[in-house]
């Protein structure tokens, strides 16, 4: 029997008549696929293993080669010349644990991600606007036609989704670059919430910054004046903000991100209106903070919300360490006592 394109399949299945082929049982379909995907890796490894013992003072390099070529290939990474077999395989974990997702587990993470925005999507302010994105839509590179994106840094990349429901940062060369994308509907008031659901986590750093994301509210027009909770992957989440491009730490704490975390800036509360709030999954992860030099810009010109990410040198500039992926992002009109 073969296939439609004329070629012999896989042994197991070559029963010599359709008939015989259908009337397999259950069983013996499972232990013939099997069969027909053991063997390719047995056959790769059988000649892997041999050239490995064939010249055992040459096999390290052979080793290398190897992983070198694997990690070019799965990372798409053409210009990449591992030097150590530590360095390709953090690149592969990093890829691994950011890309190796089925349909169905990405359908369930987007579903997740859309229920923690359920809560958040109605406002209790007369008058007052409602916001979300769940990132849904084919692979593009960028955020979609609601949200405005401005770039700062030497550095190279873009910022868009990945088709699976899910941001994703497209690197480019080895240093740093920083994406603002507010959405383009501003709220009514300075009074806000923001929400960020994580969908997967930046990546650690390595021999140069950490890639982080950020939740940002009372943004203006141009991306450069906004309060922002930004998280990075090696530790550590930063309240802030930034006022006519100049970057202003509020506080920092120690903080590990984990998959399906939700992010939530409160902007202004009963106590202050430059009050600020950040929780995860409902819980403060450091006491409010009150801005009382009033450096954070607020008004009428900062009443957009977005949120943000940043990739950075990574391994001496020789190429980028990425944020991570954002499942949903939601922002809300709110009173100053809903916290």
Not at 64 to 79: F, K, N, Q, S, Y
């Amino acid at each position: 029997m073969t296939q439609p394109d004329g070629l012999l399949p896989h042994s197991a299945f070559n029963y010599g008549s359709l008939a015989a082929l259908a009337a397999k049982s259950e069983a013996e379909w499972r232990a013939d696929l099997e069969a027909s995907v053991k063997m390719p890796f047995d056959k790769f490894f059988e000649g892997l293993f041999a050239g490995l013992s064939h010249d055992l003072q040459g096999g390290i390099e052979f080793s290398r080669a190897v992983l070198t070529e694997i990690a070019r290939r799965i990372v798409a990474l053409p210009g990449t010349i591992y030097t150590s077999v530590e360095a390709a395989l953090t690149d592969l974990a990093n890829f691994l644990g950011l890309k190796w997702v089925g349909i169905d587990s990405a359908q369930s993470a987007a579903d997740y991600a859309n229920e923690q925005l359920l809560g958040l999507l109605v406002t209790d302010v007369t008058g007052g606007v409602s916001l979300n994105s769940p990132f849904d839509g084919p692979a593009a590179t960028n955020l979609g036609g609601s949200f405005t994106q401005v770039y700062s840094g030497p550095g190279g990349g873009t910022w868009g989704v990945d088709g699976f429901s899910s941001t994703k940062w497209n690197r480019s060369g080895g240093q740093y670059r920083r994406c603002i994308a507010r959405h383009n509907t501003p709220l009514a008031t300075s009074t806000q919430r923001i929400r960020l659901v994580i969908s997967t986590l930046p990546w650690t750093a390595s021999a140069g910054g950490a890639p982080v994301n950020y939740a940002c509210g009372r943004v203006n027009a141009a991306c450069d004046s906004y309060v922002y909770a930004r998280y990075n992957n090696n530790g550590a989440l930063r309240l802030g903000c930034v006022s006519a491009g100049t970057d202003t730490e509020f506080n920092t704490v120690s903080f590990n991100p984990a998959l399906g975390n939700t992010i939530d800036l409160y902007l202004g509360t009963d106590n202050s209106d430059r009050q600020f709030l950040v929780r995860r999954n409902g819980v403060d992860v450091m006491p409010p903070y009150t801005d009382t030099a009033g450096i954070s810009a607020m008004g009428p010109s900062n009443l957009f919300v977005g949120l943000g990410a940043m990739a950075t040198d990574r391994n001496v500039f020789t190429e980028q360490s990425i944020p991570g992926g954002i499942g949903a992002w939601g922002a809300i009109d709110r009173q100053a006592t809903t916290y």
